[in-house]
């Protein structure tokens, strides 16, 4: 993981390829912190509702960040591993193909 964070830091989101969306809610990423400022968030309960498949400007409008394109790596982060594997196969259920998990979620990287 430490990799792709470093590989979006040192270029972008467009030359890397990659969008970072860890899927915790609001009050557990405001209580660990953010596992970088290039990492977006994005509740696992939205990506559930809908979220992948809405348009993009409404999806800039709601989250806050670009919708990632459907030619993009989705790497997905959470606590544990658990939601992230979620947010992966709804990501699939959407259209998307290049899906990472970080299984070991923010417990393990702010261990």
Same mark, same amino acid.
């Given at each position: 993981m430490?990799?792709?964070i ?6 972008s ?18 209580y ?16 559930a509702?809908g979220a992948?498949s809405?348009?993009?400007e409404?999806? !800039?409008?709601s989250f806050?960040?670009? !919708? ?19 947010a ?7 259209g998307?193909?290049d ?13």
């Open positions: 430490t990799e792709i470093e590989d979006v830091v040192n270029s989101r467009e030359e890397s390829g990659y969008v970072i969306i860890d899927v915790r809610g609001q009050d557990e990423i405001q660990t912190g953010k596992l970088d400022d290039v990492v977006e968030t994005l509740p696992l309960p939205y990506i509702n992948l809405m348009e993009e409404e999806f !800039k409008e806050g960040f670009e !919708k990632p394109g459907l030619d993009e790596t989705l790497v997905f982060t959470c606590k544990a591993g658990i939601r992230s594997q979620s992966g196969q709804l990501a699939k259920m959407a998307y193909s899906i990472v998990d970080y299984a070991g979620g923010s417990n393990e990287w702010f261990s």
